[in-house]
């Protein structure tokens, strides 16, 4: 199947209370404008520099999502030109986004990445570090949390529900709690092989890239 047809599949299966991210990761401005032509204007990149020189080389009327590991010394690169950072996951990284944005005035919408498997090779606040992380956000005057990211351990489907419905009960609990600058809205989980059951489970935001453009190819 094609780029379009794929996304209208998905589409049509989601419905319209869930957002589709195309994850556009390592794919061609060309295999984009495909996604592009038939609407889509959420793009998510999870390398800094791709996402930069996409942002300035494609349509200005698109949204990017960072949904990879950010380090530190590379916050300046996007202040201005992410919609959401799918990725906020230390005190550390909070400061320096605060500090970045704030140098241009700019408001930085994150998300707040949980390691919810608890693994040392992925990268996500632990859940009892939670608190800490919102304690310090309360403080800050250009960034406002807009909901939770997770990427969940490989198993089967019922593993990968377990870790869904965990987040989702992190999610409710932090949305019936009133913090400054922070509002539950997106709860970002599911990707190609577990989007389905990610849904099921009250994801409302889901990143595709296999299932849109195919296997990705590393090696380009
Ligand atoms: C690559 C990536 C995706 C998309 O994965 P697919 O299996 O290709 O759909 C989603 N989320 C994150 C954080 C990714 O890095």
Redesign the pocket.
Known sequence: MSIKENIKKIKEEIGDNVKLLV?S?TRSLEEMEEAYEIGERDF?E?KVQELVYKEENFHKDVNWHL??KLQTNKVKYIVGKTALI?SLSSVKLLQMIEKKFGESNEIANVLIQINIGREESKSGILEEDLEELILEVEKCNFVKVKGIMV?IPKGDEESNRMYFRKTKEIFDDLKTKKFKNIVMETLSMG???DYKIAIEEGANTI?????IFGE?DYSK
């Open positions: 994850v990761k998510a999870n949904i990879g799918h990427i990707m190609t092989h990143r595709v890239g296999t299932g990705r």
